[in-house]
């Protein structure tokens, strides 16, 4: 039936006026009392573009790495640099500056943000080693270290863990029993 039009009223029918199949007996119901229908979009549906998407997209181009090394946290209520980076931009052309220098102002800022915030980091690691205590954990981690810290733990577990290092041996044993018996 999905090669017909209409919906499941009109398909029945249509199938009951050609004697393809018996009248059902919740037609008579149905057509008492149809069910409700909800309009549809008649066009397809336009995307949804902000003003500052283009400068986004030219920031992702020109900063490969930033996705990795800024991670996105979705819970935060900060957004993330390359909108920050479309936004500045967008405000210095509202300001008259024109949007080459506005993006190279507001890559400049972006890069020195960067750059202080790894010597903040850096002199706070400096302090806790002259205090004699361990360093704190990096503030501004990227994706990628945040990852590897995750799986860092499954990846030693399937090494040192004996219940783990139990289930590899099996699957060996069973792999080259498979293996002998192949040949």
Request: no cysteine; net charge positive; charged share 35%.
């Amino acid at each position: 039936m999905s090669y017909m039009k209409g919906n499941l009223m009109s398909k029945t029918r249509k199938l009951v006026k050609g004697l393809a199949v018996k009248e059902p007996l919740w037609l008579k119901s149905m057509e008492k009392a149809p069910p409700a229908t909800f309009p549809r979009a008649e066009s397809k549906l336009k995307p949804i573009s902000f003003p500052e998407d283009t400068y986004v997209t030219k920031f992702d181009q020109k900063h490969l790495n930033a996705k990795f090394e800024d991670s996105i946290k979705i819970s935060s209520f900060d957004p993330p640099p390359a909108r920050v980076f479309a936004w500045r931009v967008l405000e210095l052309k509202e300001q008259g500056v024109d949007e080459e220098l506005a993006m190279s102002v507001a890559d400049m800022e972006y890069l020195s943000g960067r750059k202080a915030k790894k010597k903040a980091y850096a002199r706070l690691k400096q302090i806790a080693k002259l205090q004699g205590k361990t360093p704190p954990p990096n503030p501004y981690p990227s994706a990628v270290n945040e990852i590897q810290a995750e799986e860092r733990k499954l990846v030693h577990d399937r090494f040192y863990n004996p219940q783990t290092r139990k289930i590899l041996d099996k699957l060996k044993d069973e792999r080259t029993a498979w293996m002998m018996d192949r040949k």
